[in-house]
């Protein structure tokens, strides 16, 4: 199924297979696609995967799915605006206990601390800065019941604390392998190097589909994540042609590698661009100056 052919209505559920459900969220926008993808994985005992935003008509679309069925699982991808905070109602009304990896912050690596401390916000889908989940799930932690068996894979990159979730030879990637965009990698909660190291640990996964967080399932998973991995490398060698002895901004070079993008998201391109500086600074390809910031001055090394 293409993102084309992916026609969902909000609030009505659409069977993917005999034990799972999607139900779209009544959230698009540019940074959502069509709306959050929530999964019902079971009949009797229903593991609710990312629940969404926190919506009164999407929560009860979500109780009507389940019907008869115990949500006895609620499982957040990460703490995004869009993702997690309806976990928080469902769980008060079902006793579920809500699974994660952890607070909004969990994951987030050295560099980014830095810059976080240094007053840099997020962007992009917004944070969910209340999430806490009942239970903790690291990589290699699984959750089981009768009916089915999720394994927890820790791929930090669009946000510290993303998890993906192995179902079988089928993988809930959240918001990191999407089909109709590339993922959103916005510092100090999106780390390119992190991002491209679960690109690697989602690539070494002999699996047959990938269910996103936004937009179609993915038939063809190895394909897509070859081509995110030669994506981001575009993009690093469009950002090392453009600079300059001088040196740029980070704005500067968004608006020269970013030449077709819509108005609408220049500030998730710029926050793409300066992942990618960030990247490439701890990598010691280019300099910062004075320090590693959103204002900096970035020249390439000889």
Not at 199 to 225: S, V, W
Request: with cysteine.
């Amino acid at each position: 199924m293409s993102d084309q052919e992916f026609t969902p209505v909000a609030g009505q559920p659409v069977r993917l297979t005999d034990e799972l459900r999607l139900i779209l969220a009544p959230n698009p926008s540019p940074m959502t696609y069509l709306g959050t993808n929530t999964y019902l994985l079971g009949q009797t005992s229903i593991a609710v995967i990312d629940p969404g935003p926190d919506d009164d008509d999407h929560l009860a679309a979500i109780h009507a799915a389940a019907g008869a069925g115990d949500i006895s699982h609620i499982i957040v991808t990460h703490a995004h605006l869009d993702h997690s905070p309806l976990a928080r109602r469902l769980s008060k009304q079902t006793g579920a206990p809500v699974y994660g990896f952890g607070h909004a912050a969990a994951g987030r690596s050295t560099v980014m601390q830095q810059l976080a401390d240094q007053g840099l916000a997020g962007g992009g889908e917004g944070i969910d800065v209340d999430f806490a989940p009942d239970v903790i799930m690291a990589s290699g932690d699984a959750v089981t019941t009768d009916e089915w068996t999720l394994k927890a894979l820790h791929t930090p990159g669009h946000i510290g604390n993303h998890l993906s979730l192995i179902w079988g030879n089928a993988v809930f990637t959240g918001d990191h392998v999407m089909g109709w965009a590339s993922s959103l990698v916005s510092p100090p909660d999106g780390d390119l190097t992190d991002f491209m190291m679960s690109c690697e640990k989602l690539a070494q996964i002999d699996a047959h589909i990938f269910y996103p967080g936004h937009g179609a399932p993915i038939i063809d998973p190895a394909h897509r994540i070859a081509w995110l991995i030669a994506h981001r490398r575009g993009r690093e060698a469009q950002i090392l042609n453009a600079l300059t002895p001088v040196g740029l901004t980070a704005d500067q070079i968004t608006d020269m590698v970013y030449v077709d993008v819509n108005p609408a998201l220049m500030p998730a391109a710029k926050r793409n661009v300066f992942a990618h500086l960030v990247d490439l600074s701890q990598r010691g390809l280019i300099t910062a100056h004075p320090t590693l910031q959103t204002d900096a001055i970035f020249t390439a090394k000889n």
